[in-house]
């Protein structure tokens, strides 16, 4: 188990479907707190509402479980009254980029120095597989039977509007995962990291992939990683901004 | 000198979503009767540990 004294063990298995992405992102964030020699006791943990939200619970750290879409401000607060704490927010798409993306804009506009790591699954998955904020152009979901035909956030347009630190990363890529969020850990001001996961529960089975596995595969294909710090990462790229 | 490596699956944690199965290059993790089971020579690699999301491989490296 990666850097186990970040962990509350005794509370697993986790609360997730079989071959959740968030797991692999709990791992790989813990990894980061160990790679970097992190202080637990002043490290603190924030989340919103939704499946991602959840991950706070299996750290061995201080954390907040807020409101939907609340996790930014909550972050804020702590983070002004005690300037010294590391404050890490881990979320979903939807908490984030749906009911909170205007507090999401606001934090990077302010600079505030917090860690932002959005699992980024493209579905409500808690809630049976609605489509959400980042669902993609003609993606069938459970409210988008014939295709979906809103176009999705562009998470990178609003960070790096503000000049804030933005990396992508999905959970098939793990090193590049390992390696954005320390990046991410270490830079002063707001940053993003946008981790492409995967819900073979209630997004996988209705595109037609028949377990986890076959999602990664998709991510191996589909997403390019990109060496050095680029200005801006194409729609297909992963890697980390300058 | 070749390396010997012992797997262990708890039961209590994995939830067979088959991550494992699919990475293992060696194809030694199979589903027999509905349970995660562990038959063959590990190289340990340790995508298995890496890829599990649930915390539930463990690879040890054994003595002969």
């Known amino acids: ?242 | 000198m070749k390396k010997h490596f012992k797997v262990s699956i708890d039961r209590k944690l994995c939830k067979g979503c088959s991550l494992c199965a699919g990475f293992c290059p060696k194809g030694n993790l199979k589903f027999v009767d509905g349970e995660l089971a562990f038959d063959g020579e590990c190289t340990g690699c340790m995508l298995c540990v890496r890829y599990c999301p649930d915390m539930g491989i463990t690879v040890e490296e054994v003595k002969p």
């Open chain 1, 1 to 242: 188990m990666p850097a186990r004294k970040y962990l509350r063990p005794e509370r697993l298995p986790t609360y997730w479907c079989p071959g959740c992405g968030d797991g692999l992102v709990v791992k790989e964030l813990a990894g980061a707190f160990g790679d970097l020699g992190m202080d637990a006791s002043n490290t603190v943990l924030v989340s919103g509402i939704g499946c991602a939200a959840r991950a706070p619970g299996y750290f061995l750290l201080e954390s907040v479980h807020g409101l939907h879409g609340r996790a930014v401000p909550i972050a804020e607060g702590i983070k002004t009254a005690r300037p010294e704490l590391n404050v890490v927010i881990f979320s979903g798409d939807g908490d984030l980029l749906g009911i909170g993306c205007n507090h999401l804009v606001h934090a990077s506009r302010r600079d505030t120095d917090l860690t932002v790591v959005l699992i980024d699954n493209q579905i409500y998955g808690m809630t049976g597989g609605q489509k959400s904020p980042t669902t993609a152009l003609g993606v069938k979901t459970l409210t988008s039977p014939d295709g979906n035909t809103d176009r999705p956030v562009d998470c990178q347009a609003l960070v790096k509007a503000h000049g804030s630190f933005y990396a992508r990363a999905t959970t098939f890529h793990l090193p590049l995962l390992g390696k954005a969020l320390r990046a991410a850990l270490t830079h002063r001001g707001f940053a993003v990291v946008d981790v492409r996961s995967q819900c073979p529960v209630n997004f996988g089975k209705r595109l037609g992939f028949k377990n986890a596995y076959e999602m990664l595969m998709h991510f191996k294909k589909a997403y390019r990683p990109v060496a050095g710090e680029v200005d801006r990462l194409g729609p297909g790229e992963i890697g980390i901004t300058r």
